[in-house]
């Protein structure tokens, strides 16, 4: 039975609640129906933490941007704000002596990430826009500090990982669907593949690196499910889901996010025969070489292809190397060309974090403007997440993103090798798959900033550092755990 007095402060509390969504309604000031959700995070927070995790890699794919909440201020709905709230509650916990364990934070890319980190806060300060900037490095140490640090800390749980993933899958594979159903009613055309995930994502490129992110783990999930000791059941679903985002993938028409699945797939291939990493960096360097000796040949040879962007998926794929017709190839140029003047003008400290969106319009040169480009240059960003830093923060801030990049596939590499327990190797290859498929989109892209592409790549990054120091046979301390 309920108590008499228990059931007054119910009806009390519910009085209060009708009364402000009447408020709310009459007044169109719908931000008090957000209230009754504060005490809910709030104890979350301080007592069922991990669980606030599973919420926001759940609600992460489906969040949906809002431009202005107020002050010109954007932010995603509903995961930002209990972002915040976790970054303000471990800063406080940091603060009241809680610490992150040891060995995370001596652990290398961790050190990189943190000295990358800090330069975008001095770069900030010399900023030519100090407010932007202040927000895009506020951004990236909340989604640092939650998703890397924290996710890490809960990940010494031998199960939060494995649910972490399975939450955010899940949730994708439903904007996938979602995302199929409006692109059906439209015949799958090739022009509304850029709008079909309204309001959920603003464009086919970064809906496309969001899903492709949970291609891998699934597969993997699936092909070596019995030996991870997933169940038939679990088995079945993660094909399934795997089955569902790679229909999505090949019908948003991103040419960048096919390139890196079979990236991914290659990596996948190296794995499976052994190939060392020192071996993989030695190739790629030796490629990358080849290409700038021979770049004025190579580029002479994709003039020749006029294959603009086409419906049909066999024409679209062919269109990907024409520099010579194609608009959105030649916009993505002009972008890189702008952000390379940028970074000839300002080498040292750059233009400021956030910044290249506002500032590469006088950059661009007649000749190499596309018929999509604005004298404005309000059209968006850089198209890479490797021209970015050195635009923005610098030589520097340029090195530390490579660097961290070569180093995080590093850690996959030898982790997958050096890890006995099977569950933890395939849960660091669908993991390290994952991120593969975003650092090489980010050679045509950049969406780091954006909660839907920075959740997992951090968090991806947690699952890699969490099994090399907590479930390797050398790991010490296996039974710490966490609330």
């Known amino acids: 039975m309920i108590a008499t007095r228990d059931l007054k402060w119910f009806y009390a509390i519910?009085?209060?609640?009708?009364?402000?969504?009447?408020?709310?309604?009459?007044?169109?000031?719908?931000?008090i129906?957000?209230?009754?959700?504060?005490?809910?995070v709030f104890y979350l927070l301080f007592y069922r933490t991990k669980y606030l995790f599973y919420f926001l890699a759940f609600a992460t794919p489906l969040s949906i941007p809002v431009k202005d909440i107020g002050g010109g201020i954007g932010m995603s709905i509903p995961t930002e704000p209990v972002i915040f709230f976790l970054f303000i509650g471990i800063i406080f916990q940091l603060f009241a002596g809680g610490r992150f364990d040891r060995r995370v934070l001596k652990e290398p890319l961790t050190i990189i990430i943190g000295l990358d980190l800090l330069w975008m806060i001095i770069t900030s300060v010399s900023s030519t826009m100090p407010l932007v900037s202040a927000k895009y490095t506020l951004a990236r140490a909340w989604f640092i500090l939650v998703f890397y640090l924290g996710l890490s800390h809960f990940f010494?749980?031998?199960?939060?990982?494995?649910?972490?993933?399975?939450?955010?899958?899940?949730?994708t594979t439903i904007l996938t669907l979602y995302t199929l159903k409006n692109h059906a009613a439209e015949s799958f055309t090739r022009l509304y593949s850029d709008t079909a995930m309204r309001p959920f994502l603003p464009d086919h490129g970064m809906y496309a690196a969001a899903i492709s992110f949970v291609i891998p783990p699934m597969l993997v999930f699936g092909l070596y499910g019995k030996r991870m000791r997933l169940n038939w059941f679990g088995v079945m679903m993660a094909l399934g889901l795997a089955a569902i985002v790679i229909v999505g993938v090949i019908f948003s028409f991103?040419?960048?996010?096919?390139?890196?699945?079979?990236?991914?797939?290659?990596?996948?291939?190296?794995?499976l025969l052994k190939v060392k990493f020192r071996t993989v960096a030695i190739v790629c360097a030796t490629v990358i070489a080849g290409f700038l000796t021979f770049q004025q040949t190579i580029w002479e040879e994709l003039s020749r292809n006029k294959q603009d962007s086409d419906d049909d998926i066999e024409e679209h794929v062919q269109s990907f190397s024409n520099v010579s017709t194609d608009p959105s190839n030649l916009e993505r140029l002009n972008r890189w060309s702008c952000a390379h003047r940028m970074f000839?003008?300002?080498?040292?400290?750059?233009?400021?974090?956030?910044?290249?969106?506002?500032?590469?319009?006088?950059?661009?040169?007649?000749?190499?403007m596309s018929i999509i480009s604005t004298h404005s240059g309000d059209l968006g960003n850089v198209h890479s997440e490797y021209l970015r830093p050195l635009a923005e923060s610098g030589l520097l801030s340029g090195i530390f993103f490579l660097i961290m990049v070569l180093y995080t596939v590093y850690l996959g590499f030898d982790s997958y090798y050096r890890c006995r327990?099977?569950?933890?190797?395939?849960?660091?290859?669908g993991a390290l798959l994952g991120l593969i498929t975003y650092f090489t989109h980010g050679f045509l892209n950049n969406y780091s900033d954006f909660d839907k592409i920075a959740v997992p790549m951090w968090g991806f990054m947690a699952v890699i550092v969490a099994v090399r120091h907590f479930y390797l046979p050398e790991s010490i301390d296996e039974t710490e755990g966490a609330h």
């Open 14 to 31: 519910g009085f209060l609640f009708i009364a402000a969504c009447v408020v709310s309604f009459v007044f169109e000031f719908y931000y």
């Open 33 to 40: 129906l957000v209230l009754p959700a504060i005490p809910i």
């Open 156 to 171: 010494k749980k031998k199960d939060v990982m494995m649910i972490f993933i399975w939450c955010f899958s899940i949730a």
């Open 254 to 271: 991103t040419r960048a996010s096919w390139l890196s699945l079979v990236a991914a797939l290659f990596v996948w291939g190296l794995l």
């Open 344 to 368: 000839l003008d300002k080498p040292v400290l750059g233009f400021g974090p956030g910044t290249y969106t506002y500032q590469y319009a006088p950059y661009q040169i007649s000749n190499e």
């Open 421 to 429: 327990d099977r569950r933890y190797k395939y849960l660091v290859l």
